[in-house]
């Protein structure tokens, strides 16, 4: 998957809770922590990606909020 | 519920408007005459209520949305424990000055309610703190919340010692003295960790957990804001300074009911 892709579409749905600047920045963020490089993904990278933000995301909104959020991720991430 | 912020947003304007043109011209028919001082008395009391009781109830909804081992469970449960002591103090004092129809007495048994609230709110703030920096955003670096929060720290406390001069040298009883400087020190400390929790929030503006926070940060600066008036007004006797100090309580009950409902909106 283009990685760039990836974190256009985890941004478009990151944005309505975190704000556009800090759900980009959270993306990036959480690929350099995964040491996630290149411009492309593999599943199992933007699968380890997501389940960070979701995890990050868990203490803002809750667990079953931030569940739902994280499916929306993957819905988001699978047309990359 | 869905309408709650926008009711709390209208009720906001409506203290704004009741209460800040009544200091600027307090001798106008429409304060002489209609709005009277048992109006005003009624209406602060019943809308600081109304709007602590709000916030009690969202922030205790919030809390109960997040799982016991969510680290943000435990701010938000400290954060309706302090609301609800600042509820039992409102109540005592509306109490009085709407069913006794008597002035609001200080010192009086609502101080000891609100002086319970305040190390619940402190503690509240520290812990949201702690939880939000865990969660793994790039909300700034531990030096940054360090340096930020002792800036604030310094600030505050050099505006504390300037405008809490004339409230130490007022000759008043050693019970009123201590909780005029009490109430004031409690919010320079609630406000250093609002310091540094704005750092943290800023970062997600543009989006809701913003607009959470800068209602619940507003809340406590103008909580703080009222409590440094109210003891200028208690101490130097500055009777027109009442309906700012009415305002700015009133305001910070409804930023934090605002802030509250959103929160308990999202994460429901």
Redesign the interface.
Known sequence: MNKSQVLDALTAV??????????R??AQ??CQ?LAIEGDQLTPAQVEALVG?LG???????????AAAVVAEMKRAVGGS | MRHFPALAGAAGLVVVAVFLPKALFPEAPLYRDWLTEAFFTRFGALSKLVFLAAALVFSHRAAS???EA???RLPWRFLSVGLFAFLLGQSYLAFVQVVLGQPSPYPSPADAAFMMGYPFFVACFWLFIR??R?????VGTAAQHVRIGSAAALGLAAIGVVALGPVLQASVPGLERALNLAYPVFDLLILVPVSILLRITF????????TIWAAILAGFISMGAGDILYAYFVTLGHGDLEPIVDALYTLAYVFLALGCARQYQ???
């Open positions: 990151l944005s309505p809770y975190l704000g556009a600047t800090m759900a920045a959270s963020n959480q922590k960070k995890s990050g995301l868990n203490v803002f909104v809750g667990r079953e909020k | 949305s997040f799982d969510n680290a943000a939880a939000y865990e969660a793994g955003f790039p970062a997600f503006r543009g989006g809701r957990l913003w999202l994460s429901r």
